[in-house]
Each structure stands twice: as C-alpha cells, then as structure tokens.
C-alpha cells in the first residue's frame, strides 16, 4: 500500500503546480461610435434631413454658447462646464476648457467658441461639401478596452 501512495503523491504534486495554458480573448468587431460633439452637430440639424449645412451648425453653435453666455460675450470656465453638461452630456466631455481657451486667459470668449467650432466642422467635413452627414459624424474604431483593461484599444480617432 505504501508504494501505490508515494506515486500517487508524486502525481497530485506535478500537476497541481502546472499553469493552465491562458485561454484566447474572444473575438473582437470593430467599434462604431459617436464622439459627444458629433451628437451635439447631429441635434443641430434643423430641418430633419438628418444632415447638418453649415448654417444650421453656425446658428446652434451660436444658440449653445447663448444658452449660458446670455447676453455676455465671454464665459467662465464653470460656464463651460455648465454648457458641456447640456450640450455633450457630460462637464468631462471633450472639447474642454483647454480647447477653447486659445489666449490662456481662463475665460472663453465668443470668438474663440466660434473659432474652435469652425475647426471642428472642418475636421469631420472630410468630403469638404460644407455640409455634416452621418457617416462624416461617426468613427470606426478596433476593439474598446474590457472593464477590466486587458483588450487593448484599437487604432480608432481620438476623441473630438
């Protein structure tokens, strides 16, 4: 009896000690999203054509920035966050107090909203017709972090 124990032993420990081999992620599908800005444009389509000319984005962007500007030509950076929780979802959205603020002068003026805004129409404008349409406000991106963090980002935009 006690030489069928002592290789029964010998078993138990080699393979209690091995590792298991780590199992493949599951397959990942490319990520189709929308930043909160392109949510933003696409609300500013006033006729319902589901596509956004440049009139219609100049005059919601102005009705945004008055939404918490009033009658004031500048706004403070809690204003802003005041304006991004209204208008993008969230104070954290971007753009943010860094993308507006071009002269460092921790107020943003009406001038440097509509300039920062004019940069982005031009970015998403890829086909530069002057006018937003869905697929312009949209971005195909690779596989989004788990909630644990080990699916690596993928190669999509940053952020607008």
């Known amino acids: ?11 138990a420990n080699t393979t209690a000690g091995e590792a298991k081999p780590p199992s493949a992620p599951p397959p990942t599908r490319p990520t189709i ?3 909160p800005v392109a949510l933003m444009i696409a609300a500013l389509d006033g006729n319902g054509d589901l596509r956004v000319t ?15 500007a009033g ?10 966050d005041r ?3 209204r208008w993008l979802g969230s104070s954290g959205a971007l753009p943010g107090l860094l993308d507006f603020d071009s002269d460092g002068d921790n107020r943003i003026s009406w001038t440097e909203f509509a300039a920062r805004f004019a940069a982005i129409f031009a970015a998403f404008d890829t086909n530069n017709d002057n006018v937003l349409d869905r697929s312009e406000l949209i971005s195909i991106g690779g596989p989004r ?5 080990k699916t690596p980002r993928g190669n999509g935009p940053s952020p607008r």
Do not use: Q
């Open 1 to 11: 009896m006690r030489y069928l124990i002592a290789p029964l032993l010998l078993l």
């Open 33 to 35: 999203t929308a930043s």
């Open 54 to 68: 440049r009139a219609e984005f100049d005059a919601g962007v102005k009705r945004s920035f008055g939404d918490v």
């Open 71 to 80: 009658s004031k030509t500048e706004i403070s950076p809690i204003e802003l």
């Open 83 to 85: 304006w991004a929780a």
């Open 145 to 149: 972090p788990d909630p644990g963090g």
